[in-house]
């Protein structure tokens, strides 16, 4: 039980990472937001988010589910029995971050609904797929047969 709840803490947090990473590289690489942005102003986070491309959402939309897929894959290799239940725990924490993203911020419909529906199956089957960590069996200190009582 330990090792399962481990394993999806440490799947949460591979997730994070990945999503971090990819979308802070889309917006310092390659879609910057304009200098002196007030991130506070919601309309003029809402006047960015409409004119950005549909590059950049495609962007975050694959960080989601590249996030989705790493935590599941972490998750699943370190869970003991219930791999690919630990894998969909990723996979609706990727979707409950879609949620409240698109709650906070607006997004196209597109990029909302696929937030929604891709991560879940996708994490689910990177469960499937992932083989779990097989550890050492302990070595056996049977006594020889040919040993006598003293």
Known sequence: MLRNIFA???GLFAMVIVITFVEL????LFFPPPPGMDWSNKRAVAAFA?????????????GWLLGA????AVAATLADRLRRVCAALIGVAVVA??????????HPTWIT?????????LAWLTG???KPKTLPLPES?????DAKAK
């Open 97 to 106: 971050g879609v949620v409240q993203n698109a709650m906070a911020f607006p």
């Open 128 to 130: 499937y797929w992932t």
């Open 8 to 10: 999806v803490l440490t």
């Open 50 to 62: 409409a004119s950005l491309p549909t590059t950049a959402l495609l962007v975050v939309l694959a």
């Open 69 to 72: 897929m790493a935590g599941a």
């Open 113 to 121: 609904v696929a937030g929604v529906l891709l991560p879940l199956p």
């Open 141 to 145: 200190k049977a006594w020889p047969k």
């Open 25 to 28: 590289a889309n917006a310092r």
